[in-house]
């Protein structure tokens, strides 16, 4: 089992940056995928962006796509969220989930292709 805890969350205005981060324990990290999700307020949790398990993939939802960069510290069992051009649309509790299958290839944007969440961390991006 594998634990994710994320951080890096906050309040800024439109057009800042954050960046996220999502410490995994528990298991080897360096052989899953993982996936960044977020919900706003009244919607449906929805996918953000992906990495692979070596780091040399990275996938993304087109509402962030140019704005948001994954990445991954397989030394550190840590994911990062760097997210720029932040956009008030951008605001939601936002989740690192972990792949469910060991050296899945492609990337997945299901949240049922995902064994494992954090608790989520809040953004805010205010006008």
């Known amino acids: 089992q594998v634990q994710l805890v994320e951080s890096g969350g906050g309040l800024v205005q439109a057009g800042g940056s954050l960046r996220l981060s999502c410490a995994a324990s528990g298991r080897t990290f360096s052989r899953y995928a993982m996936g960044w999700f977020r919900q706003a307020p009244g919607k449906e949790r929805e996918f953000v962006a992906a990495i692979n398990w070596s780091g040399g993939s990275t996938y993304y939802a087109d509402s962030v796509k140019g704005r948001f960069t994954i990445s991954r510290d397989n030394a550190k069992n840590t994911v990062f969220l760097q997210m720029n051009s932040l956009k008030p649309e951008d605001t939601a509790v936002y989740y690192c989930?972990?792949?469910?299958?060991?050296?899945?290839?492609?990337?997945?944007?299901?949240?049922?292709?995902?064994?494992?969440w954090g608790q989520g961390t809040q953004v805010t991006v205010s006008s």
């Open positions: 989930a972990a792949d469910s299958v060991s050296y899945r290839p492609g990337l997945k944007s299901r949240m049922n292709e995902y064994g494992a």
